[in-house]
């Protein structure tokens, strides 16, 4: 294996080993923390997870004193019929985990967070509390 040169500055050249490259073993990112949109409207937060290849079942929310944290372990082997009887050199496992935690303001209603799982992307939403939502603008009459 060759280092190879990038320029991150004009004048300081940085070696870089394709070893530690991100995508080196199995096309997989040694930190695997997926990509999060955070998202408000008038009736609330909507949190979007990017995370292919995970089921609902695989992720785990928890909510204690307005910080809500979303996380993920997930084992998968591959094995096939013919390996069952052989001693083995090498096996290559896959292990995913992660966890991401939200700070909710004040005004989140953390009684009626709801969670779907759709293609890949997990969304949560987190409405308001109905004294946070926006009013409508109305006349205030004179007495």
């Not at 909510?63 to 052989?86: A, F, G, P, W, Y």
């Not at 896959?94 to 989140?108: G, I, Q, V, W």
């Not at 967070?113 to 939502?133: C, D, M, Q, S, Y």
């Amino acid at each position: 294996m060759l280092a190879t040169i990038k320029r991150q500055n004009p004048f300081f050249p940085v070696f870089s080993d394709p070893f530690f490259e991100e995508n080196f073993f199995n096309g997989n990112s040694w930190t695997n923390t997926p990509a999060v949109n955070i998202a408000e409207n008038k009736d609330g937060f909507r949190i979007e997870v990017a995370a292919p290849g995970l089921e609902k079942e695989d992720f785990h929310i928890d909510i204690e004193k307005r910080v809500l944290t979303i996380s993920s372990e997930k084992e998968t082997k591959s094995e096939s019929k013919d390996e069952k009887d052989e001693k083995y050199y090498r096996r290559e496992f896959s292990f995913t985990s992660f966890k991401r935690s939200f700070s909710l303001p004040e005004y989140a209603d953390t009684d009626n967070i709801k969670a779907t799982h759709t293609n890949g992307v997990l969304n949560v939403f987190v409405p308001k509390r109905e004294e946070a939502k926006e009013k409508p603008a109305r006349a205030i009459a004179i007495e």
